[in-house]
């Protein structure tokens, strides 16, 4: 079988390599994967079956000790286990470039770092100095645990703690010391 052209112009086209095609393509389109030409009908290589189809595949990997991205192509298919070996081998791998963990409210960048770092004592999420109190975190508080429950001196031994756990959210003050109204406002007429 000749390549393709015609009889005036023989070195013009190629014959489409697809088993059951071998039309003659001007145009013909040669595949990245296994550097044949096909037609317009069989240039993917889904359509003739292409065996290194995955030649244009993109993946990365992210080390674990430093935090950087290693990209990994078709052609370079080595499995993840050795390409992150040889990443640590090469010198690039450096463990004082690991980024620091972020805070995990929505919208906040702020890097977590020994000096900008509260952990709640209600869902124990570890979040920046910002969002440190429950309402700015979207804290997940448990059933049954009052604001002072949670502190470890409250059970310590520590009277005025104890007293102030046990509270837990009821008045304060003896109702029976001063009169039962409540405090009266001014009024204020506008004109």
């Known amino acids: 079988m000749d390549?393709?052209?015609?009889?005036?112009?023989?070195?013009?086209?190629?014959?489409?390599?697809?088993?059951?095609?071998?039309?003659?393509?001007?145009?013909?389109?040669?595949?990245?994967?296994?550097?044949?030409?096909?037609?317009?009908?069989?240039?993917?290589?889904?359509?003739?079956?292409?065996?290194?189809?995955?030649?244009?595949?993109?993946?990365?990997?992210?080390?674990?000790?430093?935090?950087?991205?290693?990209e990994i192509t078709g052609s370079n298919s080595l499995d993840v286990k050795s390409i992150l070996q040889k990443h640590e081998k090469s010198g690039d791998c450096d463990p004082k470039k690991k980024k620091k963990p972020k805070c995990p409210v929505r919208r906040c960048k702020e890097q977590l770092t020994f000096s900008n770092t509260a952990s709640c004592q209600h869902c124990h999420v570890k979040v920046c100095l910002k969002h440190r109190f429950p309402a700015d975190h979207?804290?997940?508080?448990?059933?049954?645990?009052?604001?002072?429950?949670?502190?470890?001196?409250?059970?310590?031994?520590?009277?005025f703690l104890e007293a102030l756990a046990s509270r837990n959210g009821k008045e304060c003050g003896n109702k029976s010391r001063g009169s039962s109204s409540p405090p009266s406002t001014p009024s204020v007429k506008a004109y």
Do not use: M, W
Not at 36 to 58: A, G, I, L, T
């Open 3 to 70: 390549s393709g052209g015609t009889e005036a112009f023989p070195d013009l086209g190629e014959h489409c390599q697809h088993s059951d095609c071998h039309q003659l393509d001007f145009l013909p389109f040669k595949c990245g994967g296994c550097h044949k030409f096909f037609c317009v009908e069989h240039r993917s290589y889904k359509s003739h079956e292409c065996p290194k189809s995955d030649v244009n595949d993109r993946k990365v990997v992210v080390c674990e000790i430093c935090s950087s991205s290693i």
């Open 138 to 159: 979207a804290c997940e508080r448990r059933p049954g645990l009052s604001t002072f429950a949670a502190l470890p001196a409250a059970k310590s031994g520590n009277k």
